[in-house]
């Protein structure tokens, strides 16, 4: 990955990531994951969904106020069953960090982008995340291990 | 943890978390590591430091723009060794995400009320972190599994 254009990533890339979006945690259960959250930290559920492609439920927690656009949350996630992503995660691992989720202001400018400069991508294509974004799972070999998830969330598309 | 007070966390802990300050990421060469996140996203080095106390090599990356009051890192974590927490990490896991850091307006008040409310400490009191920040580890068993950092930014601490 090492070229020229990494001497000025500036230049090439402005504004490439607005903020930290998410952080996805597994849970083998999402009733005890929101309460803890919510009797820890007063953070309450905004957003609570069934993506059957991912095979998980999910439930998006604010951390910080705003909109949509602006907010950032914790994301805990239940696989619907153990031949899931999360699934095979959790029997693997336990519970714990699965991915964080970077916001970005164009989700297919983006992956242009990350892939012009040698990242591998999961999704080839942006797919349907909570809360009405798009998004795309980038590989975690090139980010230091970290399954990265890159969000347009959706005030942002229809701006 | 299950009492009266987790049917309004809201009144009880207003703005406890501010955001998602950072994600803190494990890695054997954070100098590759650097390479890879300012290749990939055009993320900057903002501080770069050796915390001889928690045995790491860290580089804090800006992701989203603001004063350090406002912004939000990629944390890479190098260790100094083999024996240290992130060390034992990266040989029982391998290269990966290892904490999430929230910031908070006030550590010491922050500290007071998640015990109180059923949360054990790694750090009993505030010590020192990234950029001048004070801050304190909670432990993943309460939190899902994550290991859990509360951030107070120089910058809120100063006002």
Same mark, same amino acid.
């Given at each position: 990955?090492?070229?020229?254009?990494?001497?000025?990533?500036?230049?090439?890339?402005?504004?490439?990531?607005?903020?930290?979006?998410?952080?996805?945690?597994?849970?083998?259960?999402?009733?005890?994951?929101?309460?803890?959250?919510?009797?820890?930290?007063?953070?309450?559920?905004?957003?609570?969904?069934?993506?059957?492609?991912?095979?998980?439920?999910?439930?998006?927690?604010?951390?910080?106020?705003?909109?949509?656009?602006?907010?950032?949350?914790?994301?805990?996630?239940?696989?619907?069953? =153990?031949?899931? =992503?999360?699934?095979?995660?959790?029997?693997?691992?336990?519970?714990?960090?699965?991915?964080?989720?970077?916001?970005? =202001?164009?989700?297919?400018?983006?992956?242009?982008?990350?892939?012009?400069?040698?990242?591998?991508?999961?999704?080839?294509?942006?797919?349907?995340?909570?809360?009405?974004?798009?998004?795309?799972?980038?590989?975690?070999?090139?980010?230091?291990?970290?399954?990265?998830?890159?969000?347009? =969330?959706?005030?942002?598309?229809?701006?």
């Amino acid at each position: 990955m090492a070229d020229e254009a990494a001497n000025e990533p500036d230049a090439a890339l402005p504004g490439m990531l607005l903020r930290i979006d998410h952080v996805g945690i597994a849970c083998h259960s999402l009733e005890t994951a929101i309460e803890r959250y919510g009797t820890l930290f007063g953070l309450r559920v905004v957003g609570l969904e069934t993506n059957e492609e991912q095979g998980v439920r999910e439930a998006m927690l604010a951390v910080s106020a705003g909109s949509p656009a602006g907010a950032s949350y914790v994301q805990l996630l239940e696989p619907l069953g =153990p031949d899931t =992503p999360v699934g095979r995660f959790l029997a693997r691992r336990g519970e714990g960090l699965h991915h964080v989720g970077y916001a970005v =202001p164009d989700l297919a400018a983006a992956l242009e982008a990350v892939v012009g400069r040698g990242a591998r991508l999961i999704d080839q294509r942006p797919r349907h995340g909570s809360m009405g974004a798009s998004i795309a799972f980038l590989h975690p070999a090139d980010l230091g291990g970290v399954l990265t998830e890159l969000v347009q =969330p959706r005030d942002v598309r229809e701006t």
